[in-house]
Every structure is written in structure tokens, then in C-alpha cells.
């Protein structure tokens, strides 16, 4: 098998200006240098950042870009249509997108890291008239990547939280226990205003509001649709409130939702 060919979107990095990323990348590539010497890395480089970027090795080659970080939309609008060529040119066979973004079409595999969600978490540090703009960006990004590395384990929740569910941990077989009946909506009323709650023998473990969901009810329903085709009887998972609580054989949970019922569950040991 050939070398890979693997590219290294550095479009974001402002010498001194982009923190952590920073640091991040550079001894990421520095730690690759010594480790493998077999396949090849292009390195894209804006303006801003100097030839000292990418290790002095012979697998190791920096492609310059002529953009300036510095005006964000200008390097957006670069790596959404002038990287996907210049990868192409150079038959690059996965793009390694170490800040944030990546181009949306791209063509070829991609792995995205994300280093926190501010947007998110803190949306009063952007200007009005960029949030709306980077979380499109970021939610794309995430959801087209190959695969989304978290540099901790906070982004790894949000992460989760608000792009890509974990869906491995969940709905495996003899799990995810329902019924047994479905209330009518219209015996529920707003849906967006029901308190949860679950309790392990008797100890209330998680509490919570449907009011608290991320996307609503609605949202979900027109998010979904978008690309699969819902049912009468279909069933959507939504998560639960905060509150993690192991159990073991022996232990009664029961789940309630105000209006809809309690649903009572009874741990065993395998057989």
C-alpha cells in the first residue's frame, strides 16, 4: 500500500494569536515528524504564518495560500472554495482540519478537531452579525467531518450534546424499555412545559423540565424530516435531565414524565 497523502488545513493559524490552537498544532506536527517518516504531509499555510510551521523532514511539505487569517471571512470563504482545489491538485487522501472548520466540499475524508464550543457555551464573546454564520459553519463541520476529535472531555460532552449524539452507547438490544401505552398529544398539552424525573429505589437521581431540551419538540420533528421520513408510531429519543447514577441487579428505576405516566423498571443480573 502507498503512503498516504494527508493534508493539514492550517488556514486558521495567526502566529500568536489563536492560543492553545496554536501550541496544539505545532507540536502535533512536531511529534509526527518523529514519528512517521513514511507518509506525506501538505501543510497549508496562510500569509500570516512563516515556513517554520511544518518540521524541516522530507515528508513534509508547506503549500502556501494567499489569504490573511487575520479577516475571517476572507480565509472562510478561501478554505471553502480554493482548498478543496488546491488539496485536489495534490491527490491528498484525508484533510486533517486541526482548527475548528473545514471545507463542506471537500471531496475526500476529513478529520475535524474541535477544541471547545464558545459559541455555544459563551455566544456574548462573537459579534451578532458573525454568530450566526460560525454556528452554521461548526454545526456543517462537524456533521460532514469523518471523524471529530475533542480535545477534552467537556468538548467531547458538547460535542455530543449538540452535534453528534453518541448513538453507540444507546438503544443496544434488550435496552431502551417502552410503554406501555403512548398518550395522545392532545392529553399533554405544551409539550415544552413537562417536568421529568427518575429515582433508583426511591432516591431521586435526575430532575428536570422538557423545557431545558436544547431543540424542542418542533425543531426535532422538522430536523428529522429533513432527511428521513417519520411515521405514526415512530419514536424519538431525546436524552434525559443531568444525573448520572449506576445500577446494579436488585435495583428498582422508574422514569415519569407529568402527563404522560411512570415507567418502572427492575435491574437483574444477567442470566
Known amino acids: 500500500m502507498r503512503p498516504l497523502r494527508i493534508g493539514v488545513n492550517a488556514l486558521y493559524l495567526i502566529p500568536g494569536g489563536v492560543g492553545g490552537t496554536e501550541i496544539y498544532l ?4 512536531a511529534a509526527l515528524a518523529e514519528m512517521d517518516r513514511a507518509n506525506q504531509y501538505y501543510v497549508f499555510t496562510n500569509l500570516e504564518t512563516g515556513a517554520d510551521l511544518a518540521p524541516e523532514q522530507a515528508n513534509f511539505t508547506t503549500v502556501r495560500q494567499r489569504v490573511n487569517a487575520a479577516f475571517r471571512p476572507a480565509r472562510i470563504i478561501w478554505e471553502q472554495t480554493v ?16 482548527g475548528f472548520t473545514g471545507p463542506l466540499m471537500c471531496g475526500r475524508p476529513q478529520v475535524t478537531v474541535f477544541h471547545d464550543l464558545q ?18 459553519l461548526l454545526f456543517w463541520s462537524a456533521h460532514l467531518a469523518t471523524l471529530l476529535i475533542a480535545v477534552s472531555e467537556a468538548t467531547r460532552a458538547d460535542l455530543e450534546n449538540y452535534y453528534r449524539p453518541n448513538a453507540r452507547v444507546k438503544n443496544r438490544d434488550a435496552t431502551t424499555p417502552i410503554g406501555p401505552w403512548i398518550v395522545d398529544s392532545v392529553d399533554v398539552g405544551d409539550p415544552q412545559s413537562l417536568a421529568l424525573s427518575t429515582t433508583v429505589n426511591g ?22 424530516s429533513e432527511f428521513m421520513t417519520l411515521m405514526p408510531g415512530d419514536m424519538v429519543l431525546t436524552g434525559t435531565p ?13 422514569s415519569e414524565i407529568e402527563k404522560v405516566g411512570r415507567l418502572v423498571n427492575h435491574v437483574v443480573a444477567a442470566a
Open 119 to 136: 459559541h455555544k457555551r459563551h455566544p456574548e464573546h462573537f459579534r451578532w452579525f458573525e454568530l450566526p454564520f460560525w454556528r452554521a
Open 203 to 224: 432516591a431521586e437521581v435526575q430532575h428536570g423540565s422538557t423545557a431545558d431540551m436544547i431543540l424542542g419538540v418542533a425543531g426535532l420533528i422538522e430536523y428529522l
Open 26 to 29: 505545532r507540536h502535533l506536527l
Open 83 to 98: 482548498l478543496p482545489l488546491s488539496a485536489a491538485a495534490r491527490d491528498i487522501d484525508v484533510l486533517f482540519n486541526p
Open 242 to 254: 443531568h444525573g448520572v447514577h449506576f445500577v446494579a441487579a436488585g435495583d428498582t428505576v422508574v
